[in-house]
Nanobody, 123 residues
Framework: QVQLVESGGELVQPGGSLRLSCTAS????????VGWFRQAPGKEREGISC????????IYVESLKGRFTISRDNAKNTVYLQMNNLKPADPAVYYC????????????????WGQGTQVTVYS
């Protein structure tokens, strides 16, 4: 069972950038599809991006296309989420999850969520 740890969340000003990391232990990420999710206060967790294991294909929620980029470095057992031009609507706890199936990763199928990483945008 792969275990994932999210990191990289910080306080950032509007327009700023962050790179989040999702690092695996217990297993290699090579064969896993990995999805990024976020949950803002009072809102449900939503899937925002996903990257497949086989061909590195990616998907994004429409509202984030052009600002967020998902990538993976299998040598480091890590999937990244580069977030640019951060906006007041982006603050949330960001989570990642892995699955053997192609994108998207269905959140209802995730048994154990990590602690996530907090992203805060302030002026």
């Amino acid at each position: 069972q792969v275990q994932l740890v999210e990191s990289g969340g910080e306080l950032v000003q509007p327009g700023g950038s962050l790179r989040l990391s999702c690092t695996a232990s217990g297993s290699t990420l090579d064969y896993y599809t990995v999805g990024w999710f976020r949950q803002a206060p009072g809102k449900e967790r939503e899937g925002i991006s996903c990257i497949t294991s086989s061909d590195g294909g990616t998907i994004y929620v429409e509202s984030l296309k052009g600002r967020f980029t998902i990538s993976r470095d299998n040598a480091k057992n890590t999937v990244y989420l580069q977030m640019n031009n951060l906006k007041p609507a982006d603050p949330a706890v960001y989570y990642c999850a892995a699955d053997y199936e192609p994108c998207p990763v269905p959140p209802q199928g995730v048994r154990d969520w990590g602690q996530g990483t907090q992203v805060t945008v302030y002026s």
